[in-house]
């Protein structure tokens, strides 16, 4: 990704960085074990930034370099760069299963930190976004208020929401399926809206959700490793406005997000007001706020945030279950046949029918695989010094759990890149589950996880079935595939905009 900070700027962030690196650089304490596998093209005071500068996707970028560093590197499934100069400079890398599973679940109580995030987490975010906030005792409180609105038998009680969402989009697919795109978005933006604000949007044009897309795609900019000059010096952040323009822009970025989170609240308490309100997050947050102890500007990030992730995430697994239709039909006609065989031409799918679904489960899971809608994870802080196969990991470390490269460990997953359902079933699907908890890491790990993890699971269920019991999915006759590769570059990423042909089912029956 590129860095858009002016000549002088760069200029003036390097003299400061050279002046007074050695000065204030951390001593590394000595250690018998060595550091993990590194790339060997380190410049001192700098380390590994250049390697990560102007990268397109990151993700793609820290596998591609892993891959090709030898056997040391591959046998314990971790790499160490260097990316900056700052606290959190020392980055692990972790790239396979078993390395997931013995440092994220195994030791969490070590690895559930985050590092420090200067432009998405205290610019735009005014340390108010709960999946990068410290692990302390607010990340506790906002954990806690979360799993009461968001666990498994709560999530339950949303299933008519989502229902009700996936037929309309059925109807929209039905009516316009070439603005297929903007109908997932509709459906993903709309499940959490209702959970969170009690309120419907009409269209994609709704202006929550445009302000919605436009906030979480800046942000997500942002966040990506190397994004900023700042995020691996932090000696810039001390530099005036005036010099760097990127401080001008994350507060714009601040300023919008209050906009559209205080529009969304303003609603919800009008509506209390006249009594019209039915139960919502928003309003339960609204109601208990004082006990909880959140000042109000925390109330709206914790409720706007979950309507920015849960729609973003939904909206990236859904559009992606198209493009890998239109380039593997195979596994698009089985789970035909399973929603025919359980459910028959005359409804719709229902969560009732989620037992005998185990296909369209399994395609969930393996569009989490596949193409995670978080393909880098959000990066972990190392709160003590470890070590891991012979390798020493210091204290202080950031931790990219990278998500596509785990995706693609050939230890669990050998066709990594093959769109294959069936993986998860019988004993190859024990197998998996017995590598990773899920299956998968899309939902992050183990005390960090996404606590909307049960409502986004339900989502995918409902909409994967519902589309397999009414649509055919495939390319558009006599034009090329869409490339599966063609993704966005942030922090969140989805399918660039492809073409698909969607035909209703049962007219492609009577032809």
């Known amino acids: ?21 050695l000065a204030l650089r951390p001593r590394r304490a000595r250690f018998a074990a060595p550091l993990p596998p590194a790339p060997k093209t380190s410049i001192p005071l700098i380390g590994h930034t250049l390697m990560m ?20 590197a591959c046998r314990s499934g971790i790499m160490y760069m260097r990316l ?51 692990y302390n005792d607010r990340w506790r409180q906002l954990r806690k208020f979360l799993h009461t609105q968001l666990h498994d038998k709560l999530a ?19 009516e316009d399926p070439e603005h297929f795109a903007d109908h997932i978005q509709l459906f993903s ?76 609240t303003g609603g919800v308490r009008r509506k209390m007001a006249a009594g019209e309100l ?10 208990n706020q004082k006990s909880y102890g959140f000042d109000d500007e925390l109330v709206q990030y914790t409720a706007g945030t979950l309507f920015e992730a849960g729609s973003d995430t939904t909206t990236s697994l ?48 393996e569009l989490q695989r596949w193409r995670p809608a978080v393909p880098a994870a959000v990066p972990h802080a190392l709160t003590e010094d470890d070590e891991y196969m012979g390798f020493h990991l210091p204290k202080g470390s950031t931790v990219i759990c990278n998500t596509w490269a785990i995706g693609r460990d050939k230890v669990v997953f050998p066709d990594g890149e093959t769109f294959r359902p069936e993986r998860y079933l019988g004993e190859e699907g024990k197998k998996i589950a017995s590598a990773l908890n899920k299956g998968h890491t899309g939902f992050g790990f183990a005390r960090r996880i996404c606590p909307g993890l049960h409502v986004a699971e339900r989502s995918l269920l409902i909409v994967i079935a519902t589309l397999a019991w009414g649509f055919e999915l ?38």
């Open 53 to 72: 500068s102007g990268v397109r996707w990151a993700w793609v970028s820290f596998y591609e370099i892993w891959k090709s560093m030898g056997e040391e």
């Open 278 to 287: 039915p139960e919502c997050l928003m309003r339960h947050l609204l109601e």
């Open 474 to 511: 495939g390319p558009k006759a006599n034009e090329p595939r869409p490339d599966v590769f063609n993704f966005s570059e942030g922090f969140v990423s989805r399918a660039n905009p492809f073409r698909a042909e969607i035909t209703l089912a049962m007219l492609v029956a009577l032809v």
């Open 84 to 134: 900056g100069n700052g606290p959190n400079a020392d980055t692990i890398i972790v790239n396979t299963c078993k390395a997931t599973q013995d440092l994220l679940e195994k030791k969490s109580g070590l690895y559930s930190d985050r590092p420090r995030m200067i432009v998405p987490q205290e610019y735009i975010s005014n340390n108010r976004r709960m999946v990068l906030t410290r």
């Open 189 to 264: 933006s709309n499940v959490i809206l209702q959970i969170a604000y009690a309120r419907r949007a009409r269209d994609v044009n709704d202006k929550a959700i445009r302000m919605m897309i436009y906030s979480i795609e800046n942000w997500s900019l942002e966040a990506l490793p190397g994004a900023r000059l700042v995020a691996d010096f932090p000696i810039l952040d001390y530099l005036p406005a005036f010099i760097s323009p990127w401080k001008k822009n994350a507060i714009r970025l601040h300023k919008l997000e209050l906009e559209l989170f205080n529009t969304l």
């Open 1 to 21: 990704m590129a860095v858009d900070l002016p000549l002088s700027t760069l200029a003036l962030g390097a003299v400061l960085i050279l002046a007074l690196g």
């Open 318 to 365: 859904t559009t992606s279950l198209v493009l890998a239709a239109t380039n593997n039909n195979e596994f698009w006609k089985k789970a035909k046949e399973e929603v025919d065989r359980v459910v028959g031409p005359d409804r719709m799918p229902t969560f009732a029918d989620s037992d005998d679904l185990p296909y369209i489960v399994a395609i969930g899971k």
């Open 156 to 174: 339950s009680t949303y299933e008519p929401v989502q229902d009700l969402e996936a037929k309309a989009l059925a109807l929209s697919f039905l």
